[in-house]
């Protein structure tokens, strides 16, 4: 059974770090990429960043690029995202999520073939 257990977030104050982890079992981790998506109250799921199953490659939404880095250790079966220089729009639930590494699009959530049950993040003005 594949879990992945999303850990980390809390509340912070505007300009403040958060480090979210995601420790992934029941898959072989090094076969899929890993990607954390958001969603805030009453909006739509959003894509934040996304590492390949090399860790070599990453990508970022244009709205977290320079204040957020994604990476993992394929050692522990773990991505983490650091986010810096946080903002209140920044308020929502953090989801990791995991695609088989012959996908592209990692931007679109419907690539994705697991989800964990997403962490929250609460930014203070």
């Known amino acids: 059974q594949v879990q992945l257990v999303e850990s980390g977030g809390g509340l912070v104050q505007a300009g403040g770090s958060l480090r979210l982890s995601c420790a992934a079992s029941g898959l072989t981790f090094n076969n899929y990429h890993m990607g954390w998506f958001r969603q805030a109250p009453g909006k739509e799921r959003e894509f934040v960043a996304a590492?390949?199953?090399?860790?070599?490659?990453?990508y970022y939404a244009d709205s977290v690029k320079g204040r957020f880095t994604i990476s993992r250790d394929n050692a522990k079966n773990t991505v983490y995202l650091q986010m810096n220089s946080l903002k209140p729009e920044d308020t929502a639930v953090y989801y990791c999520?995991?695609?088989?590494?012959?996908?592209?699009?990692?931007?679109?959530?419907?690539?994705?073939?697991?989800w964990g049950q997403g962490t929250q993040v609460t930014v203070s003005s």
């Open positions: 999520a995991a695609a088989s590494r012959l996908s592209g699009n990692l931007n679109r959530a419907y690539v994705y073939d697991y």
């Open positions: 590492v390949s199953w090399t860790g070599v490659t990453t």
